[in-house]
């Protein structure tokens, strides 16, 4: 474990993890296909979705020096709620790219039933008010993702975020 206030140094990877999980959850809220055509339309429509998630594990790993370090990593999972109902889950990986100031590299995977998707950000600390956190693409329904995810904490284990998705 890190030896270390890991509440204030690390709170930007929760917050990641918290973004990242939300990117991808229900069905569409708002699309931009207005066409009658039976022409395929080229066009990505942009949905807006609020959620929630809630940490179920967290681990930080000390993996080089005693205390942050580089290559020092924080593993995260989470499950995601939309309108108080579990609607996914993800995985985070944040690891220490640099120590002082503090700067982490955070990517993460979701599994749905639609398909996977992937968010990527890399994080300055101290940890800003909310984090942006760019859409990096997917498979199956999310194959063509583009976007980012905004998110605010909520406190220690939960965030709430809003995800703009292009697909």
């Known amino acids: 474990m890190l030896k270390i206030n890991k509440a204030r140094y690390l709170s930007a990877a929760v ?25 395929p339309d080229t066009r990505q429509r942009t949905d807006v979705i609020q959620l929630v998630g809630k940490q179920t594990q967290i681990e930080d790993l000390d993996l080089g020096k005693q ?9 995260i999972a989470e499950d995601l709620y939309r309108d108080g109902e579990k609607v996914g889950d993800h995985s985070v990986i944040c690891t220490y790219i640099h120590v002082n100031p503090g700067k982490l590299q955070c990517v993460g995977t979701f599994a749905l039933p639609e398909g996977q998707f992937s968010a990527q950000a890399l994080l ?44």
């Open 67 to 75: 205390g942050i370090s580089l290559g020092d990593q924080r593993v």
């Open 124 to 167: 300055h600390l101290p940890a800003p008010s909310f984090v942006d956190v760019a859409i990096t693409g997917g498979t199956g329904d999310y194959r063509n993702a583009q976007g980012y995810v905004r998110t605010v904490p909520a406190g220690e284990t939960e965030r709430h975020f809003t995800v703009h998705i292009k697909r």
């Open 15 to 39: 917050g990641m993890a918290a973004a990242l999980a939300g990117a991808v959850a229900l069905a569409p809220l708002a699309s931009a296909d207005t066409s009658a055509s039976s022409a």
